[in-house]
């Protein structure tokens, strides 16, 4: 199993003010492509630290907190996919960057790929990591409340030593002291030393409406740029296939509506491939980042 040791210090953090939102940001400094990656629903900017150090040569990489999340705001309001995508273009705006990679884990490819749908002047090439080409309802059937409940935050919050022992015990196979430490900014450490999601519930259920609503699969064939599908082949166990066959076909569909793209499948990894495959997922990143840096250099859209 990969499991990083010893990935270097912590990057510089910066911030920018985007009308009446703060956000927060890593500067992995670089040169070359740039690069903004967005983490996953109730993560951080640090989901990505065991990922970057090994994608970072040749290229300027900034991981964003989006809102809600990390050390950004959290306003009441905003949770919509074309806010959620303006953020991203204020961020780029103060950042001085015009055009741009853009990377996304689970919910965070899911506004990646509202990006690149709604403002494709403003991205290069687009990776989708397990998430986007399923965001919304499972199945035909499920009802709003079936899908909010699914999708509503895990009972490991509380005395810090529950949060950290359910992850821990999770992740046993690359648990690491950085891990601890990335995992311990995508929470709120309360007065008496308990740990909450810092993302609020009704801003929660907000974001989950939003996908609900308005799934963003919907988007994919608005989309104009080399995109990178990137999936988790999860570990086979008993009455999965099901599952697993769900998501190939997923995957295939999505890569159908898409006009330039291609797919790769980690194998035997769950779906915080971040984790658990930190160099594998580097590695497949850095080649389609290189794959396409020739033709979006200087292409307009």
Not at 23 to 52: E, N, Q, R
Request: include cysteine; charged fraction near 25%; glycine fraction near 8%.
């Amino acid at each position: 199993m990969n499991q990083i040791s010893d990935a270097g210090p912590e990057p510089p953090e910066g911030w920018l003010k985007t009308g009446d939102l703060k956000m927060h940001y890593l500067d992995w400094g670089g040169t070359g492509k740039p690069v903004l990656a967005l983490h996953g629903m109730a993560s951080s900017c640090h989901w990505y630290d065991l990922v970057i150090p090994h994608l970072k040569d040749g290229l300027r990489i900034i991981a964003l907190d989006q809102r809600a999340h990390g050390k950004t705001d959290q306003p009441s309001t905003g949770y919509d996919w074309p806010t959620l995508a303006g953020d991203v273009i204020a961020a780029l705006d103060q950042l001085e960057i015009q055009r741009t990679a853009i990377i996304g884990h689970s919910w965070g490819a899911s506004v990646a790929l509202s990006v690149a749908a709604l403002h494709p002047d403003r991205v290069s090439a687009l990776a989708l990591i397990d998430g986007g080409f399923s965001a919304g309802p499972r199945s035909p059937d499920m009802t709003w409340e079936e899908f909010k409940e699914r999708l509503s935050p895990r009972d490991i919050y509380g005395p810090r030593e529950r949060y950290l022992g359910a992850l821990s015990r999770q992740f046993a196979h690359c648990w690491s002291d950085q891990l601890e430490h990335m995992v311990m900014t995508m929470v709120q450490v309360e007065a008496d030393g308990t740990v909450q999601e810092r993302l609020k519930p009704e801003n929660h259920e907000q974001l989950l409406w939003a996908m609900w609503s308005d799934p963003s699969s919907l988007k994919l064939s608005q989309v104009r740029c080399p995109t990178l599908l990137v999936a988790a082949e999860r570990r086979r166990q008993d009455g999965n296939d099901a599952f697993l066959r769900r998501r190939r076909e997923q995957v295939d569909a999505a890569q159908a509506a898409l006009s330039e793209s291609q797919v790769v499948w980690i194998p035997d990894t769950g779906h915080d491939i971040g984790y658990e495959k930190p160099e594998e997922l580097a590695d497949t990143l850095g080649e389609f980042l290189a794959g396409t840096t020739r033709s979006s250099t200087g292409r307009s859209q």
